[in-house]
Structure formats: C-alpha cells, structure tokens
C-alpha cells in the first residue's frame, strides 16, 4: 500500500488554499456588481421620486392645462375689457420708447400696452415662469406685450409654494420651453397699485395694430387653466403690433 509522500500533501493544501482564494474573489466580484445594480436602481428610483414630487406628487405632468387649477365657473373672473391706446402709448409712434430707467406710471395694474424701455428681452432672458426675484423690469415687460406676448400676471397674495403659485408653475410648464410668448410674471408692489379687490390673477395682451391697437384685460380671482387657456387661443401672439419680433 502506497503512502503519500509530504511533498504531495503540501502541493494538495497550496491547491486548496487558491481555490479558495478564487472563490473569496469571485463572492467579492459578485457583491460589488450587486452593489452597482443596487446603487443603479436606487438612482433611477430617486429620479422618479425627484419628478412626482417636482409635479407636486399628482401626476401633473400627464395633466392637461384644462384641469390645472378651477375651472373657469370658479374662477371668478371678470368680463373681458378692452381699451385703446392713445397718443404716446401707441405702439410706432414717436415717444413710445423712453430712456432706458425711466420710470414709467402705468394708469393701469397690471398695463397691458403703454410706453417701455427699447431694449426688449433677450433669449437668454426668457423664462415662461417669473419669481419675484427674477422678473425684468417693468418697462421691458410691457415690451413684451408690444411684441405679442401674454403675460398672466400674479400678485403679491399669491407666495412662493403656495398651491396657488404652484398651479402657475404648471401652468408655465404646459407651454413649450422654447416658447417666448407666454409668461407667468409678478404683480410687485413697487410696480403700481394693487390689482381690484378679490383679483389676484390677471392676463393682459396687446392687440391689433395701427390704427386699431387695445389692450386685452381678464381679471380673476383663481388660477383656471381653462381661463388661460381660451385667452391665449382668442389672442394669439400674431395678433399684435410688432407680432413676429422676439
């Protein structure tokens, strides 16, 4: 009967030892894959919860803008009102543009034509949603309206994260980001008078040209996306004094 000889047990026990030295690195391997699948799930997990909760938890984003906010019976809006502009509030005549920093008084809040700035809004300017921390100037607002912009105007009752303010947002995200003819703007106190008493959302538009400019004014108490959303199809920015311009 054969005996094993000591230098066989040693190369049996140095095999053994990388074998499982190989199965340490193979466990090793395969942890760290799970690792990096779990850190992937995770990652896509936190970008959908990032999104619901950036639509305000609902689901907005598959809303359309005529469910955003009340409908427009709850609205509380008043009739449309119109009015023309006269002498140097009309658009083309000589005077319409001042200094730029002058401060113009509008007899209206908010205007929805008069003079303004003559240094209009640049792309990298344009937003579909204004805080009140980063909305041009006044002057250049009204500029935009010469040009055929909508500008649904919200006041100082309406806060930043109020459900309000947040109807606004999405009401600004129905609207192609590449869109320059629709914004969502503060009313600030430091532009005029408070709009009429219950009105806290106003949208003003600047018609016509030539002889037959008005301003466009719908006054309401509520953000309704149905309200907006007729007012924007029955002005559209081709209907205005420089409609084409940016």
Known sequence: MAKNKPGNAERRAMVEKMRAEQARKERLRSLAILGVCLLVVVGILGLAVGKYLSDGGDGSDKISLDKIGVPAPQAQCDPITTKAPTGKQRSG????????????????????????????????????????????????????????????????????????????????????????????????????????????????????????????????????????ESFVKKYPNTDSPEAGAP
Not at 127 to 151: A, C, I, K, W
Request: glycine share 10%; hydrophobic share 25%.
């Open 93 to 228: 005549v000589d005077g319409n543009h001042v200094k730029i920093g002058t401060t113009i008084t509008y007899p209206t809040s908010p205007p929805a034509f008069g003079q303004h700035w003559p240094n209009y809004l640049q792309a990298s300017e344009y937003r579909n949603f204004y805080s009140p921390s980063d909305r041009p100037q006044l002057e250049r607002m009204v500029h935009s309206l010469e040009h055929g912009h909508t500008l649904i105007w919200y006041d100082g009752t309406i806060t930043p994260g109020s459900t309000e303010y947040q109807q606004l947002q999405k009401v600004a995200d129905k609207y192609d980001g590449t869109t320059t003819y629709i914004n969502v703007v503060p009313w600030l106190s430091t532009d005029g008078p408070a709009f009429p008493d219950g009105k806290h959302v106003v949208l003003t538009h600047w018609a016509g040209s030539g002889d037959h400019q008005q301003g466009i004014w719908e006054y309401c108490g509520k953000t309704s996306g149905q309200v907006i």
